[in-house]
Structure formats: C-alpha cells, structure tokens
C-alpha cells in the first residue's frame, strides 16, 4: 500500500545495495521481470526494445537477452551512444549481444510489442528533440506498448507529463508504486501496472517511513468500524446534517442518507422553518428536527451524544452558515465541512483555519472540489510552486489544521501530520450531481462512529469509489447510499467479519 516518491525509491535502492544486494542484481531482475511481463503480453512476434541511457535502459537491455533466451525475435534501439553508458546499464548492455540500432523515429515500424525502456521515474524536464519523435512514433505505431517503471515523459512524483508522454498498454514497475502511478495524467497513460519484486526486502521501508500510500483496506482496515453484536443504535453515534432553505435541501438529504448507510446509528436533518415540511416529508429513518439561528444550534450541541455535524451541502453562502460552523468547531465536534461551508469562508479562510486550530485535536474534514480549494487555498500556488496534487493537498492540511479531502478522479487525503492517501477506484460516472453530497455524508456517519478523522475521510473515499462501481454506468447520487450494503458485504469478506 506504500507510495515511494522518487528519491524515496532511491533510497530503497541504496538500503537493498548496502544490505548486500548489488545494483547490478537489482537491474537483472528488474529486467527480466519486464521480459515476463512482456511474454505474457504478445506469445509471437518481434519486439522492440526502445532504450535510453540511465539504468530504465540498462533494465531494457536485460529485458531485451532475457526474451531472446527464451526465443523471442528482438531488436534494441538506444537513445544516444553505446559507450556513453554507465555503471550497471553499461554492463547490461555489454551483456546483449545483438545488434544495437540507432533511435531513429522512421524504423520504428509495426512490432508485435515496444518496450519503453526511454525514461524513468526522475525524468524532471521537458521530453525534446529526438526523444520527442521517438515517444511520438511509439504512440502512432499502434503496437502494444510496455513501459519499463514508469511511461517515458512521466514525472514519477507529480504524474506530469513533461511535454510529450508514451501511452502504455501495461507497465512494470519495481518494489512500489510512484504517485504518478496513481495521480493524473500519468495514471492515465500507466495501462495496467503490474509491481515486481526484484528482492527489496520490506525492512527498508522501517528507515524510508514512507508517508504516502494508496487509498485501500490495507491502509485503515484495522480502524473500520465494524458493528458489535451486542451494541445498539446509539453507540453507533448521532450525525447531525444541516439542510439549507427550501429551495435548497436535497443535497443534505443525500448526505444524510450516505452517513445512515454508511453505520451512523442515528442520523437528524437540522432544518430552517420554511424547508421543515419538505424534509419530512421526504425522510423516513432520518429524522428531522428545526434549527433557525447559530445559537439554536450551540445549545442542541450541549447533548453530547449529538457528535458528528456535516455541514455544507445545499447550506447556503453567507455569513449564516459561517456562524453554524464556527458553532459546531465551539463544540469541539467532529465535522465535515463541504461545499458552502467551505466557499462561505472563502473571503477570509483564515478565520476557519484559526477557529480548526484551536481544538487540541481536531476531528475536521475538509472535502473541497478544485474549485473549492482554489477559494480557501489559493494562495498556497501564489506563493509556492507546488507541483503536484499530492504537495498542494499536504500543504492545504498543514495550512488548515484540518484533513483536506480534494476530491476528483485521483482523490487525495491528506493529514497535518503528512500522511497522505491517493484513491484510484472511482469511476467516471462518479462525476455526477450529488455525488460528493453523498461522500460528505459517508465521511460523516464513520465520525459518528468514532473513526479517526484521516481514516474516515479515506475509507469515505474508498466506499464512495466502490459504490460507483456497483451502481455502473448511468447511476444518479441517490443510487450510491443504496448500493453501500454490497460493498460492505465485499468487504466483509475480505476482512473475513462475519455478518
């Protein structure tokens, strides 16, 4: 579940080399783990080896003897000199023993399969020149295309693509995943990533104390809050939903019904008078109950048992909803805070930053679109060059106190502390009115439940990905609530919990 930035795959590399592993016996197994990648792709045909000069060439051109050892039909083209080659690459290639052809982007021709052995993960600068038309002829070869760690053009930490980028059918990467596995646009043009174990042993990550990670069971199974047979509805928690106006109310309903689906023992729409008809009379197991003004709302929150708020969806912008949620930060409860919530702050973010601080250890979730964080965070890319998702949102969570949720199809959680999860499970039709109503109340009833705020926030995100899938194609936001039973079974199962 470890995302090894760059220089903390480096690292890796540099443990595994002075625990005894030397960098040439990582390479030969690097390589031939994209040779077995490569058989499994395409059983006949010729195969060309596109290399580069640093060891991502050097794995190629093990790949490269490894497959004609098994009786493969393979040619190898090198970006740059022969002889330039150093260190572990220059011994790999003295190693192959066929033809090496210059990288003219015309010879590509029609393989069976390219290997993209051009680039690794640390590629920082524009791709250019000869290596712009040679990443250009791959993707109109048409040819199947396997990427050696990373699709030449990739940025390994950012996902960037540096001017030009190879589209990969499937690609080998070694030991862990890099964020550009999993981040945008790079995981777009990953394929499928298969991870090989080139004899890394575990224990390095014990001195790397990676801080990143991909948004799964393995991350937060221990913390999932599974029901115990002898409890009761009332230790499952209390979440209190504000709905705004009666123009304006479905939005809290969909977020009320995620956080009741998602275990909240009880959950309560918090109303203004004019929307208190429409909300009962559009809820049956969420109960509603009228609140008019910030006070009202302080004096409910004097019944501790009331301990988890998410507060933005259909809230209204203005200084209103500013006051609820400064309100229930007064009370010290876990909350969600979405949509208006966060855009009503947007002229002084400060000001919510502030009040977040001041509990001793804030249970707050903060679950901003793009847009959203632009408002409150805008002034993290003024004045740093963040250059990726995963920095902007780690900042966002220190500059905040909070834990940031920036949602899309590459979510990414963040803590204060710097823990990190990037989800890939959700699908595109995600992306669709409602949608992160829904997610703002699964992230709210886990509070309810007592889940810690980063863990709620990334087992929110990765029930809400899975309820996609479920639903499919076509799904509208009140399908998602209705599908979490499904994906709690799978998940059950998984875990081995009884139900």
């Given at each position: ?5 760059v220089p ?12 005894g ?8 197994s690097?390589g031939r ?6 058989v499994d792709?395409v059983?006949?045909?010729?195969i060309?080896?596109?290399a580069?000069?640093?060891n991502?060439?050097?794995?190629g ?5 490894e ?17 330039a080659?150093?260190g ?10 066929g ?5 003219e ?13 051009l ?13 712009h ?11 199947p ?6 699709p ?15 589209r990969?059918?499937e ?13 945008l ?5 990953c ?14 990550l ?7 990670f ?14 115990r047979?002898?409890?009761h ?5 209390h979440a209190?939903v ?19 689906r ?26 509603v ?14 019944d501790?048992?009331?301990n988890?708020c998410v ?5 209204g ?14 009370a010290?409860?876990a ?11 947007a ?10 601080k001041t ?9 901003p679109?793009?847009?959203?964080f632009?408002?409150i965070?805008?002034e993290?890319?003024?004045?740093h ?5 995963l920095e ?17 199809p ?11 999860a ?12 409602g ?5 703002a ?7 309810a439940q ?9 087992i929110?995100?990765?029930?809400h990905?899975?309820a ?6 076509g799904?509208?936001?009140e ?5 979490l ?6 998940l059950f199962?998984?875990m081995?919990?009884?139900?």
């Open positions: 579940m470890e995302v090894l930035t903390e795959m480096q690292k890796a590399d540099q443990l595994a080399i002075a625990g592993t030397s960098g040439f016996a990582l390479m030969l690097a783990a994209v040779a077995e990648a490569a792709l059983e006949r045909g010729p060309l080896v596109v580069g000069g640093g991502n060439g050097g794995d051109f093990v790949a490269a003897a497959l004609v050892a098994r009786g493969r039909d393979v040619a190898v083209m090198l970006l740059g000199e022969r002889d080659l150093k572990d690459a220059a011994l790999a290639a003295r190693n192959w023993t033809r090496v052809l210059p990288c982007a015309r010879a590509i021709g029609t393989p069976a399969l390219i290997i993209d052995a680039f690794g993960a640390g590629l920082n600068r524009p791709v250019k020149d000869a290596a038309d040679i990443i250009e002829a791959i993707n109109a070869s048409g040819a295309v396997l990427s050696v760690d990373l030449s053009g990739i940025n390994g930490s950012s996902g960037a693509v540096m001017g030009i980028a190879v990969a059918t690609t080998v990467t070694f030991f862990r995943r890099k964020p550009a596995h999993l981040l646009p790079g995981r777009l043009h394929g499928r990533v298969r991870v090989a174990d080139i004899g890394i042993d575990a224990s390095v014990v001195d790397i104390r990676p801080t990143g991909e948004n799964d069971p393995a991350l937060w199974g221990e913390q999932f809050p599974v029901p047979i002898d409890a509805k009332y230790a499952r928690g209190l504000m709905s705004g106006g009666v123009s304006a109310t479905g939005a809290a309903r969909l977020a009320a019904r995620g956080a009741l998602a275990g909240a023992g009880l959950v309560t729409v918090l109303s203004p008078r004019d929307a208190l008809a429409v909300n009962a009379a559009a809820l049956t197991a969420v109960m109950r009228q609140i008019d003004t910030a006070a009202e709302f302080s004096e409910l929150l004097t501790r048992r009331l988890a507060i933005g969806p259909g809230a912008l203005g200084q209103h909803t500013r006051d609820i949620v400064l309100a229930a930060l007064a010290k409860r909350a969600v805070l979405d949509a208006d919530a966060l855009t009503s702050f002229e002084a973010p400060d000001h919510l930053f502030g009040a977040i509990i001793e250890q804030p249970n707050v979730v903060l679950t679109h793009q847009g959203e632009c408002r965070f805008g993290l890319d003024n004045k060059p963040f250059k990726s998702k902007r949102v780690r900042a966002a969570a220190v500059r905040s106190g909070a834990i940031v949720l920036l949602k899309g590459d979510t990414v959680v963040a803590s204060p502390d710097g823990r990190a990037i989800a890939a499970n959700a699908p595109p039709w995600l992306a669709t009115a949608s992160g109503d829904v997610l109340g699964i992230v709210g009833g886990l509070l007592g889940v810690p705020a980063f863990e709620a926030a990334c929110g995100v990765w029930m990905g899975e996609g899938s479920e639903a499919g194609p799904l509208i936001a399908d998602l609530p209705e599908v039973p499904a994906v709690f079974r799978r199962d998984d081995n919990i009884d139900y």
